[in-house]
């Protein structure tokens, strides 16, 4: 048998290596390039934060196969319309609350987290708050203090985690613009809260 | 670009997706060892894992709906003859890389690292 | 040497190997720390006001992954350390300010686990980011510690690329030294605050992707490497070109495998494909060694002078194989993983792939290390008690994770149909799936499995402690060459 073929070789095998490493991490790069801008707020995927002025709905897209966000009437957040600017320190803090809090350790957050606890992908269109009357005042009072509310059959409830006023509305601002981004139909099947008047 | 998959294939995808990689690994192994052993006779046994695999492979590509779409019937190509092949190509790599060493053992027995 | 034999004598050791064993040292604890936070968390399943509002489960699994990322870490470090003068041939360069960042970091840590325990959240501000967690899984560690670790870090490349620099520059130091790099530096993606969760996400996952998919593999590939030429005599130059294959094949596959991370987080469709693809590529270096290890184990004649190492080695193939491989690869392509996504689907795949590639390779070091310090004192066959000790450990431990992945995959399957497919992951449709007995059972036999890999961690400290005291036979040599 020949010895040192060309493609069994170290020096081979070490270029290789660098080449597929290198050639896999400019093709990294130029996606991220791409794919950046795509999910930058204000753009069609993940809309800007103003987004919460208006109504959002997760709608069954036929011509994509899968439920997409639509963004609808205006319809502001706590009766208050807000610019660009003070919806985005709205949710900044929110976001802020969100890590501070540590919600991922119990929570998923467009299905990254914890298993512990429902995932808050749509929290804010969820039709466990009754109907959207109510839905802003009974979030408020539900992550202030959680827990003499009624959860589940299995005893599992969330903890008071010192959440102020100021916090739970930033809280809800951030859950409901995270509520119009664009996840490819993640969650599948997921029924809105009713939102028609 | 994709079509989610039905309550009722669930468990199709999970299971022929594990004999995917298992068979692949089967027929990896069994055809690794049937040219170690010089045993032909166990060629047969690898390529028949390799039929599993391939069954698997159309059933999942069934199942996940891979079929429906453009691109993802690459996939499932790439797929069958990647597995069919990277064995082949592996062992090719085993023989290359330690010709040398057989070579050298048998010039100089003694001399290591 | 052979007066130290059966005793722990740091004279049985380098430089570097007596910083070593200080890593490992608290790699054990953190270990013995992840498996108890784990415990507690899973217990919280089954009974929820088990520490309600004093140690709630967020605490108790940020601790449990924490713990575990922070161990394994240690156990590279370690590990590194260990195999750096001799494959360097040299001594560690600026080794007393190694063992000070040891000191540093391990108290960086400590502070830091103290503050998860007792600060546990703060208010929604910067301050909270900067002095008590992120919130954000696996890498919660408050700012001023990401900086502390970097600075660590910094310190542990220089160690390495300035020994490797002043010794021998080996093919192994060349991929060890530009991976540790990559490591390091890919650390620095998940060091900003975002508020739009989507760039949130993306880089979190080049963190937490590009490390346990990428550069920790690669990582394992070169301690694999120099395992294979210390322990059974592999040539160098083939070990060499083994690892530049490993490398192709893992970085080939697993950087844009990055991709199957990239459905569901706002990010465009076409990761749809690249995610698929590449995920379908990832089996691929495991197919390969496979072939490589029947190859091997034909082409020499294996004569191994460490059982309980061999033991850890062969299931580190198996665990990497069937977490990785198998458990990833199931529930990897979009068309299912919109259903399996953020289920315990993830946690029984999160549990098996952990410890099959990582937890079983730094243990196979343990064993390692312990030999070399009781001055190569004989690890082979005949160990006293024949050596239940590691055996039962062994044993404890893998069915102990086996166990649990079984149970967290059935109740991820229940989830994935009656949450995600049926109730479309509602608040309704959660719970719903959280109450059914399928899913309670689950998390029943996890706990008693986990039972039962505590056990086993409990008798592999034990192991570790005593194997090879009052020993007096030397080490077997350490292989023949065919």
């Given at each position: ?11 081979f ?27 930058s ?16 709905d ?140 | ?13 999970f ?98 690292l | ?5 059966g ?93 000070l ?47 502390g ?15 490797f620099s002043?010794g ?31 760039i949130d ?38 070990v ?37 693809l590449?995920?379908a ?7 390969a ?14 004569k ?59 243990i ?54 009656i ?10 449709g ?32 034990w ?20």
């Amino acid at each position: 048998m020949a010895t040192n073929q060309w493609w069994a070789s170290e020096s081979f095998w070490r270029k290789t290596a660098i080449w597929v490493t290198g050639v896999s991490l400019i093709v990294l790069m130029i996606l991220t390039v791409d794919t950046l801008p795509q999910i930058s707020a204000g753009s069609k995927r993940v809309p800007a934060y103003s987004v919460i002025n208006y109504r959002i709905d997760y709608v069954f897209d036929e011509t994509r196969n899968v439920q997409a966000p639509v963004i609808g009437v205006k319809e502001p957040l706590f009766g208050k319309e807000l610019s660009e600017a003070e919806a985005e320190a709205l949710v900044a803090h929110g976001k802020l609350t969100v890590q501070a809090k540590n919600c991922m350790g119990c929570h998923t957050l467009l299905g990254n987290g914890a298993y512990y606890a429902p995932d808050l992908t749509k929290a804010w269109l969820d039709q466990y708050w009754g109907s959207k009357e109510v839905r802003e005042e009974l979030m408020v009072d539900f992550i202030k203090d959680p827990s003499n509310k009624l959860h589940n059959s299995i005893g599992r409830r969330m903890p008071k985690l010192a959440v102020t006023d100021d916090e739970a509305h930033a809280v809800v601002a951030f859950l409901k613009w995270m509520s119009s981004i664009d996840t490819n139909g993640f969650p599948y099947n997921f029924k809105p809260i009713e939102q028609e008047n | 670009m994709i079509e989610p998959a039905s309550l009722a294939n669930f468990f199709t995808i999970f299971f022929s997706a594990a004999m995917v990689i298992m068979l692949g690994a089967l027929y990896a192994l069994l055809f690794a060892y049937s040219r170690l052993k010089h045993d032909p006779r166990l060629m047969p046994v690898a390529y028949l894992s390799y039929i599993g695999l391939f069954v698997a492979t159309l059933f999942l590509a069934d199942a996940a709906n891979l079929l429906k779409h453009p691109l993802w019937p690459v996939i499932v190509v790439l797929m069958l003859v990647g597995y069919l092949l990277a064995p082949h190509a592996i062992w090719h790599l085993c023989v290359g890389t330690h010709a040398e060493e057989q070579e050298n053992t048998e010039l100089l027995p003694s001399k290591n690292l | 040497m052979a007066t130290t034999i059966g005793r722990l004598d740091g004279a049985n050791l380098n430089g570097g190997q007596k910083l070593a064993v200080k890593y490992f040292f608290v790699a054990m604890i953190l270990f013995g720390a992840q498996i108890l936070f784990g415990m507690v968390a899973g217990l919280q399943y089954l009974k929820p006001d088990l520490f309600y509002g004093v140690l709630d489960f967020s605490v108790n699994r940020m601790v449990h992954v924490n713990a575990m990322i922070v161990w394994m870490l240690y156990g590279f470090i370690g590990s590194v350390y260990w195999m750096l003068e001799e494959e360097s041939q040299h001594e560690v360069v600026g080794l007393k300010l190694g063992n000070l960042i040891f000191y540093v970091l391990t108290a960086a840590v400590t502070v830091v686990v103290l503050v998860y325990l007792f600060v546990q959240i703060g208010p929604g501000e910067q301050s909270s980011i900067w002095l008590i967690n992120e919130g954000r899984e696996y890498i919660e560690a408050p700012r001023w510690a990401d900086i502390g670790i970097v600075v660590s870090v910094l310190v542990f490349f220089y160690n390495v690329a300035a020994t490797f620099s002043k010794g021998k520059y080996t093919g192994i130091a060349g991929v060890l030294v530009l991976d540790l790099l990559a490591l390091f530096g890919i650390y620095f993606a998940g060091m900003f605050y975002t508020t739009n969760i989507s760039i949130d996400q993306y880089w979190w996952w080049w963190v937490i992707h590009l490390w346990v998919e990428a550069t920790w593999e690669v990582l394992v590939a070169c301690i694999m490497a120099y395992g294979l030429m210390k322990v059974l005599g592999v040539r160098r130059k083939i070990v060499e070109t083994w690892l530049y294959i490993e490398v192709a094949l893992m970085f080939g596959s697993g950087i844009l495998g990055l991709g199957h991370h990239y459905f569901w987080i706002g990010t465009p469709e076409y990761w749809f494909t690249i995610g698929g693809l590449f995920s379908a590529l990832e089996p691929i270096p495991l197919v390969a060694m496979v072939v490589h290890a029947v190859f091997d184990a034909g082409a020499k004649h294996i004569k191994n002078s460490n059982h309980p190492a061999m033991a850890w080695l062969i299931a580190h193939a198996f665990g990497n194989f069937f977490g990785a491989g198998v458990w990833g690869f199931m529930h990897t392509l979009p068309q299912i993983n919109l259903y399996t996504h953020g289920t315990q689907w993830s946690a029984s795949h999160g549990h098996l792939a952990f410890f099959g590639a990582y937890a079983t390779i730094i243990i196979a070091v343990f064993y390692l290390a312990m030999q070399q310090w009781r001055g190569k004192v004989w690890m082979a066959g005949d160990l006293p008690g024949n050596g239940w000790k590691w055996k039962w450990a062994l044993g404890l431990l893998n069915m102990g994770m086996v166990g649990m992945t079984v149970a967290l995959l059935i109740s991820g399957y229940e989830q994935s149909q009656i949450e995600r497919a049926i109730g479309g992951s509602t608040w309704m449709g959660y719970f719903a799936a959280q109450a059914h007995p399928w899913f309670m059972q689950g998390m029943w036999w996890r706990e008693v499995f986990g039972t039962m890999f505590a056990a086993g961690f409990v008798i592999l400290m034990w192991d570790l402690w005593s194997i090879g005291k009052h020993e007096t036979r030397p080490m077997q040599v350490a292989a023949s060459q065919e």
